[in-house]
Each structure stands twice: as structure tokens, then as C-alpha cells.
């Protein structure tokens, strides 16, 4: 490379960091794993999705893995999952937004952040990943996902993972974490 080239490279690099477009100035990525014990019930009601609801009485289920292994044998319906977690205070700080990917889920679903949609899918061997407005997160408290499941046949529910929470922005031309 030429004394001049290499001059201008250098100019370039630092002008990039200082403007917050090099690799040195990036939010911190963060990511939570959701898999484990979820409460779990079968039927149907709105009311579920909301992140006052009781859900004390439900069944602990292990997410990811079909209802049928979790009590609800030869089950097809509808049944809901709520999960209760907490997002670190200190992620708010650098934290645009946030991708929940809900794993595979057989048939359908609608899920819910703090009683708020923020997608829905079919398929029982798609990959859901929702994008999560960084306003619907509670930080340092209590957040509820919800998540209403419809099983035509067959197996039922959340089968698959990875189920987690992740710091990026779904959008346009912005997607971190990849």
C-alpha cells in the first residue's frame, strides 16, 4: 500500500469511529435464554394475555418441548403460555429494541409482551422471531410473555428452540445480532 492510500485509510477508520459507524462504537448485544419452566394451560380466553392475569394455577411446562409431554395427551386446541422474566436495568442504557425468537410452535400462535401483539405466525416448523419495541420492555421489573397456541393435528405447542430474547431492531435495514 502507498505512504498516501495508507494516510487516507487511517483518516477514514478514525473519521468512522468518531461518527459511531466503526465496529468499536456498536451497542453491546445482549441475549437471555427463555427456555425452561413456562406455566402452561389449555383452552381459550383473552384475558390471558394480560400481565396481571394469575397464572399460579396453571402447569409448569418445559419450553421447548410438545404439550402431549406435558400433560396435555392427545390434545388438539387451543392453549396458552405465559412466561414471567426480568430484563437487567443496565440494558436499557444501550438497548434500541429487542427480537423475541419464540422458537418452532405447532400450529399457530399469537404472542403477546406486556399484553401488546407483536406477531403471529403458522406452521409448525417455522421459526418465529418477533421484533420487540424497546417502550413494551420493563426494565428491571416484571414482563409477561404470552403466547396462544392453536394445534390442529398432531403434536401440540412450543416444540422447538432457541427461545430467547435478544437486543436488535427489526426493520428496513437494521437488524443486529447477526
Known amino acids: 500500500m502507498e505512504p498516501k492510500t495508507w494516510g487516507v485509510s487511517v483518516i477514514v477508520a478514525l473519521l468512522m469511529n468518531i461518527l459511531g459507524l466503526g465496529a468499536g ?34 402447569k409448569n411446562a418445559q419450553v421447548p418441548a410438545a404439550w402431549e409431554s406435558q400433560g396435555l395427551t392427545d390434545y388438539n386446541g387451543y392453549g396458552w403460555y405465559r412466561y414471567t422474566f426480568v430484563v437487567p436495568k443496565e440494558w436499557e442504557k ?47 421489573e416484571k414482563n409477561v410473555i404470552a403466547i396462544r397456541v392453536y394445534d390442529r393435528t398432531g403434536g401440540g405447542g412450543i416444540h422447538k428452540g432457541p427461545v430467547k430474547l435478544r437486543s436488535g431492531v427489526v426493520g428496513r435495514f437494521d437488524v443486529e445480532g447477526y
Do not use: C
Open 94 to 140: 444501550t438497548a434500541r429494541g429487542f427480537i423475541l425468537d419464540a422458537g418452532q410452535i405447532d400450529d399457530e400462535d399469537i404472542t403477546f409482551v406486556n399484553g401488546h401483539d407483536v406477531g403471529s405466525s403458522s406452521g409448525w416448523d417455522v421459526s418465529r422471531s418477533y421484533g420487540v419495541p424497546k417502550s413494551l420492555i420493563k426494565f428491571g
Open 25 to 58: 462504537l456498536e451497542p453491546p448485544r445482549y441475549e437471555m435464554s427463555l427456555e425452561g419452566q413456562w406455566k402452561l394451560s389449555a383452552g381459550d380466553n383473552y384475558e390471558w394475555k394480560s400481565p396481571e392475569f394469575n397464572d399460579e394455577s396453571w
